[in-house]
């Protein structure tokens, strides 16, 4: 039963990272709304790694850093695209550049005039392979300083100093640009996850289970204690609390996206010291 849950967790994780840019098989944000510019820190990240193009959710945090999940960085060809657009396509083509040759991902040629940067996982992640030392955090290092608006990480231990018992209570405010889950316009009327619009989106979540890596919140958008969760596309993203950030999306337990979400948490010493050899601190 655990090996499985594992597994299963893998494959969601690997998901959740990333989405093939303009191919429809996508999923996002359940009962997510429309961001605007309610949160400008938080951007869409493009990549390549041996199987195709992707993109993941991210957050400036420094005017050189960008955090976001390892499953988004490790294994990535070339260099990372980096947008901050809170709308990038409302229908196909999405107008992301294509990288000249695949197989290499990214060259400065490709992306010239675009912000885009190197990526980097943290050394100890597990690829969901050992809950206790799960360390799905990566950072995007942009080639340039970036004048633009940055979020904070929470302090060391903030998620801890949740009261016993509050945690369901405590509602959590996740951002990125996973896309829609809806009802087809045709055919059965069951929710389907749907590739455009391509939007940045936000949703309100209250957390359910609290490990010593781990952060779980409910994203069933039939919870009335919040709005939705997050799904495929929205990997690497920001969940904040307090306006700081305490996790990024990490992974989903279900196919459609109406279940628990899991996020890596960034409030722990493993994460924050890597962060500070970066330059980032709370």
């Not at 958008?221 to 996790?247: A, E, H, K, M, Y």
Request: charged content about 15%; proline content about 9%.
């Amino acid at each position: 039963m655990f090996k499985r849950l594992v597994a299963s967790l893998a494959v969601m994780g690997t998901a959740l990272s990333a989405l093939l840019i303009g191919v429809p098989a996508a999923q996002a944000s359940t009962g997510g709304t429309p961001d605007g510019e309610l949160h400008p820190s938080v951007g869409m990240i493009v990549f390549y790694q041996p199987d195709g193009r992707f993109r993941c959710s991210a957050t400036q945090v420094s005017p050189t850093v960008i955090l976001t999940a390892a499953h988004c960085t490790a294994g990535t060809l070339g260099l990372t695209l980096v947008t901050f657009e809170s709308v990038i396509a409302e229908q196909p083509p999405s107008g992301i550049p294509a990288a000249a040759d695949p197989s290499v991902g990214y060259t400065a040629v490709d992306l010239a005039g675009l912000t885009y940067g190197t990526a980097y996982a943290h050394p100890n992640y597990s690829n969901f392979t050992d809950l206790k030392n799960w360390n799905d955090v990566g950072v995007v290092v942009l080639s340039q300083p970036l004048d633009h608006a940055t979020s904070a990480l929470a302090p060391a231990g903030r998620l801890d100093q949740i009261p016993t018992g509050s945690l369901s209570k405590t509602i959590f405010t996740g951002v990125g640009y996973g896309t829609e889950v809806r009802k087809p316009d045709s055919g059965p009327q069951k929710p389907t996850p749907m590739s455009y619009p391509l939007i940045r989106r936000y949703w309100e979540t209250p957390g359910q289970k609290l490990t010593p890596q781990i952060l779980q919140v409910n994203g069933n958008p039939n919870d009335t204690r919040g709005t939705g969760g997050s799904c495929f596309g929205d990997s690497g993203g920001p969940l904040f609390l307090d306006n700081q950030i305490v996790g990024v999306t990490s992974y989903g337990y279900t196919a459609n996206c109406r279940y628990l979400d899991g996020y890596q948490r960034v409030d722990i010493p493993v994460v924050q010291d890597w962060l500070a050899t970066f330059g980032v601190t709370p």
